[in-house]
């Protein structure tokens, strides 16, 4: 019994060192003070006040959620389109392609920032949002690829038959079929595509141009001048997007299943 | 006979890689008729179905269906209503969208879907279930809504790809009858794939038996299972002993054909196959026409009677399947049980009558 006693007690420190830097940082975010000592001597807005009148953080904030909206969209629209051709149909050098739209994942996110500025350089273009766009796209797109993929193996090819049989054409049987299965592993993807894009800082900060920064990049530059309360605030907000839309899009994906299964 | 035939394959082969699954077959299918796709798994049903509807390409060969070659047509440009193995209802809609998903891509007003819709719905017998989706319903439910789904666009062919295999044994045979009931009704030209040969039996116009790609025997169920071509489709339709004699003297009428440690049996000429005095064949006894009788009873004139031993019982309630040493062969007989079944050990008598027996060519030996 004292060894189930001493893994209970080792779990109950292994996850007090991974979530109580996260714990201190949203309790910071609510102290009425400029410097962070404990006991807290009072509860305040005022941190989240200030980061509102932030226009650099507002902006920066923009930025991010621009960018992870059109990652996410992108991602998945060719995800999914990778998927249909990679369950769905045969051809030749199937696995290499497989291969190479999953390699973003194996590849240490530096090299593949440095790669890709490299390979932009070679071509003469400069670095601008359409190529952190292209960037965010390219890591991401191999976590919507396998969600959807998993999901669509799943999907007997029957159904599609039988909607050909029926009458509709493959884009009808697609939209009025398919795409209504695969509907649970899309938003999946999605979500994932939104909350990592929204996070990264490795490739951001290559591929960025200059006077663009993402939320990730802002606290990043703050950091450097001095170690302000507005950042606990941010750390705050950004952990209720990343945590809480993931929570919210699972619970919607998993009623979505129950209901087409 | 063009105007009367709904489906015609002509010369089709199907090759996949290095295999052929389907060999060069010709088959020609009678408008309103219910044709049945015959043999055991691996023998092309499947592939030749799958043809037809569009959803595999001949390697060769063209497909006519109504007058028009549809070789090149695509599956949602055929007009065909498929009922799959495993149903496969939308999950996702409601069995009155299932129902009406082909309407919708059909030139059908509006209007005219409900109506159409509480038609096919009324036919299966489930006029109710409109609002319900498919998994709220049993097995044997979603297959009769499958059914409905598939003729209510009211298709040239109705395709069939083993239907009944995923439902239990008894509901299997009411739906055997249900299935046969609509298509009278409807007089739809039904193609039934499947490789359970009773069901192949109690509904088909006409059997198709195939075998390795290759079409065996084609013909009404009484002709395929009375006078068949070939051992293969002896032995795969009902239960028949085969046993290897020489052909002798014909007699117009009947011909005789010598067992070795049997003796002399009288063949019906009409199902002898043509094969010719002086050759080996085999002659096909079915198990229900190998009757059993006490070791004392008086043989019969017309026929051969055997000593044998009961060697093993498959007690099947009305009726009994006998394993019979005969001869230095083991036989089945298939008999009804008037009072007591055999037992293991019994000395009994086999009667074989000419008349109940059928000729056809040894078999290749791989």
Redo the contacts between chains.
């Keep these: 019994m004292t060894g189930w006693n001493f893994l209970r007690l080792y779990t109950v420190a292994v996850y007090l060192f991974m979530f109580l830097p996260v714990a201190v940082v949203v309790l910071l975010s609510f102290n009425s003070r400029q410097f962070g000592s404990f006991p807290m001597e009072g509860l305040s807005f005022r941190w989240f006040v200030e980061l509102w009148n932030n226009d650099a953080i507002v902006r920066a904030f923009r930025v991010s959620l621009l960018l992870a909206a059109l990652t996410a969209v992108i991602s998945t629209v060719l995800g999914i389109l990778a998927a249909l051709a990679l369950v769905r149909y045969r051809f030749p050098g199937k696995n290499t392609i497989t291969t190479l739209l999953i390699a973003p994942i194996l590849i240490p996110e530096v090299v593949l920032a440095v790669a890709l500025l490299l390979f932009l350089r070679w071509l003469d273009m400069p670095r601008s949002f359409l190529v952190l766009l292209l960037g965010h796209v390219i890591f991401t797109l191999p976590f919507v690829l396998l969600v959807v993929q998993a999901r669509l193996v799943a999907i007997r090819p029957e159904y599609e038959e039988a909607a050909r049989s029926l009458g509709a054409n493959p884009l009808q049987t697609f939209f009025a079929v398919t795409l209504p299965l695969l509907l649970p592993a899309v938003f999946a993807g999605m979500l994932f595509a939104f909350t990592m894009s929204f996070d990264d800082i490795t490739g951001t900060m290559f591929w960025k141009p200059g006077g663009v920064e993402t939320v990730p990049t802002q606290i990043f530059a703050m950091l450097r001048h001095s170690i302000s309360p507005e950042i606990n605030a941010l750390g705050t907000v950004m952990i209720v997007v990343t945590v809480a839309l993931p929570l919210i899009g699972m619970g919607v994906a998993r009623r979505l299943a129950a209901s087409r299964s | 006979m063009a105007n009367s035939s709904a489906v015609q394959l002509n010369g089709i082969v199907k090759r996949f890689g290095g295999l052929t699954a389907v060999h060069r077959m010709d088959l020609d299918i009678e408008e309103g008729s219910f044709v049945t796709l015959l043999g055991p798994s691996g023998c092309g049903k499947t592939t030749t179905l799958r043809m037809i509807?569009?959803?595999l390409e001949p390697s060769e060969g063209e497909i006519v269906i109504k007058g028009r070659s549809v070789t090149h047509t695509?599956?949602?440009?055929?007009?065909?209503?498929?009922v799959?193995?495993?149903y496969?209802?939308?999950?996702?809609k409601t069995i009155f969208d299932n129902v009406a998903?082909?309407l919708r891509?059909?030139d059908v007003p509006r209007g005219e879907i409900a109506g159409k819709v509480a038609r096919a719905l009324e036919l299966v017998q489930l006029p109710d279930m409109g609002d319900r989706f498919p998994?709220q319903l049993s097995g044997g439910q979603q297959q009769r809504i499958a059914l409905a789904?598939?003729i209510v666009?009211e298709p040239d062919v109705l395709l069939l790809d083993e239907p009944l295999s995923a439902l239990d044994a008894n509901l299997r045979e009411d739906m055997r009858v249900e299935l046969k009931r609509i298509q009278v009704h409807l007089g739809i030209t039904t193609i039934f794939v499947t490789h359970d040969q009773s069901e192949a039996l109690a509904m088909s116009d006409r059997i198709v038996v195939m075998s390795k790609g290759h079409v065996e025997q084609v013909g009404a169920p009484e002709e395929v299972y009375r006078s068949p071509k070939s051992a293969f489709v002896a032995r795969f339709l009902g239960n028949a002993n085969l046993v290897e004699g020489r052909v002798g003297k014909s007699s117009g009428e009947t011909v005789s054909v010598a067992v070795e440690g049997i003796g002399e049996l009288l063949v019906p000429a009409s199902r002898s196959r043509g094969i010719g005095e002086g050759a080996a064949a085999s002659i096909v006894v079915r198990a229900e026409k190998l009757f059993l009788g006490a070791e004392d009873d008086t043989p019969h004139a017309d026929a051969l009677s055997l000593p044998g031993e009961v060697t093993a019982v498959d007690y099947q309630g009305q009726a009994a399947r006998y394993f019979v040493e005969v001869a230095g062969r083991t036989l089945q007989a298939l008999n009804p049980i008037e009072e007591r079944p055999f037992r293991r050990g019994d000395r009994v008598n086999a009667v074989i009558r000419g008349r109940d027996c059928a000729l056809v060519p040894l078999e290749d030996r791989p």
């Design positions: 509807a569009g959803l695509p599956i949602h440009k055929r007009n065909l209503g498929i799959f193995q495993n496969a209802l939308f999950p996702h998903f082909g891509y059909r998994r789904r598939a666009i």
